[in-house]
């Protein structure tokens, strides 16, 4: 009597393709979950971490089959194909994610000006709190981080631009509004002044009349304009992640100061994201002042 020979399918092609499929939703339902405030900060991290862990066992899986459709002669070619290339583009982020954190230090606070960063207006007392759900503190600038800052991001510095700093608010706004970033807090904004009517008019008239000595006078006590002060927060694309970032307006002589500063509420590492945002927003800036910018 003739025997029957019968093909074995590799059950580990069968679990490498399974899980594949099942974290393409799985991944997706986090992300969404997330950005809906239906799960928290730490357990977002708890479900990536679970989703890596069954991507490493997909990979397990997916060599053990090619290994026993290679000694065995299983079949299952197109299933560990299949699923071992989707595992392969999933890993993908982590393994970026992974080289950004060798490739920059481990900060979250980055500034234009290390020495002297700009001052938060409302985002230090907002972090504070929001403690409770893991948002970092406003963290104040030492020497090494300073110095840590520098020597990692080279490029990042200041602006001068020829132009009053009215202008460069007016740029600064139409930036932070064509992107849509709320705005968290403002200082040192000029309030623009009603049209006088004929009394007042009338009385500045009596006003320039006064003497020589007087008009010395109230020259001398004129205060400088304040440092203008414009804060907002910009969020990541895919998780929605919050950073605020504050620009500070000095006027100067002849031109305007732009300083910025980028900072992570979650997470230690931003992985080159605050400093690569801050120099996106100059470059806009640089545009939106007809490109006429100087290095600080």
Not at 98 to 117: G, I, R
Not at 259 to 274: K, Q
Request: charged residues 25%.
């Amino acid at each position: 009597m003739a025997g029957i020979y019968v093909e074995r399918y590799s059950r580990a092609a069968v679990w490498c393709q399974r899980l594949a499929f099942f974290l393409i939703p799985y991944f997706i339902a986090v992300i969404i979950l997330f950005r809906l405030s239906k799960i928290e900060t730490s357990q977002l991290f708890a479900l990536i971490g679970v989703g890596f862990m069954l991507l490493l066992i997909s990979l397990v899986f997916a060599f053990r089959s090619i290994s026993e459709l290679w000694t065995k002669g299983y079949r299952g070619g197109t299933m560990v194909v299949r699923g071992l290339l989707i595992t392969l583009i999933m890993l993908v982020p982590f393994v970026y994610f992974s080289f950004l954190a060798l490739q920059f230090p481990l900060a979250n606070d980055v500034s234009t000006d290390p020495f002297n960063p700009p001052d938060y207006v409302t985002a230090e007392e907002t972090r504070e709190g929001l403690a409770d759900k893991g948002v970092n503190p406003v963290g104040d600038y030492a020497r090494e981080h300073a110095l840590k800052i520098i020597g990692a991001y080279p490029r990042l510095q200041p602006r001068r631009y020829p132009a009053g700093a009215e202008r460069v608010l007016e740029a600064v706004r139409g930036i932070v509004e064509e992107n849509e970033w709320p705005i968290t807090g403002s200082q040192g904004i000029p309030e623009s002044k009603p049209e006088a009517t004929d009394t007042e008019l009338a009385d500045n008239t009596e006003a320039t009349s006064e003497t020589d000595e007087d008009t010395a006078s109230l020259e001398d006590a004129a205060e400088t304009p304040d440092d203008i002060y414009f804060e907002f927060i910009e969020r990541t694309l895919v998780l929605g992640f919050e950073n605020d970032v504050v620009i500070r307006i000095v006027s100067e002589d002849r031109n305007t100061l732009v300083d910025m500063r980028a900072s992570s509420r979650l997470g230690r590492h931003d992985f080159g994201y605050n400093a690569q945002l801050i120099e996106r927003i100059l470059t806009q800036l640089d545009a939106a002042l007809l490109g006429i910018a100087g290095e600080g």
